[in-house]
């Protein structure tokens, strides 16, 4: 029990260095001064560990936004043949997160087409 808590307070001080990391990287690209990068990137992990800290929060592997940018792709290919495991391998998901995306494109094309939103317009 105890290496699980270690494991754990490891992974977590990971996940905190590595957001404090990437917003000093933001931060300096936009030609932020270092000292106040600095303290502004700690102060971000300082909140989300204070806000969210004892939460049990998963991250997909895909963050939704970036899903949608392909979303129609692999839609395209799994209504081509391809299979849930191939495509899971081929767009570096989980095999449910793409049963998930499937169904969720699905959903808004019929939502779509009962809207009416592929229909053409009709001139007046």
């Known amino acids: 029990m105890a290496n699980e808590h270690t494991s754990m307070a490891q992974r977590r001080n990971e996940l905190l260095t590595d957001l404090v990391d990437v917003a000093l990287r933001v931060l300096r690209d936009h030609d932020i001064p270092e000292e106040l990068a600095s303290v502004a990137s700690n102060a971000v992990a300082d909140r989300l ?31 081509k043949g391809s299979t849930f495991p191939e495509l899971a391998m081929n767009y570096k998901m989980s095999e449910r997160g793409v049963r998930k995306l499937i169904a969720r494109v699905r959903a808004k094309i019929t939502d779509a087409r009962q ?3 592929f229909e053409p317009p009709t001139s007046s």
Request: no cysteine.
């Open 49 to 79: 560990a204070d806000h969210w800290g004892g939460q049990n929060i998963t991250f997909p592997k895909d963050f939704f936004w970036r899903l949608a940018k392909v979303e129609l792709a692999i839609y395209d290919d799994w209504a």
């Open 115 to 117: 809207t009416g939103l």
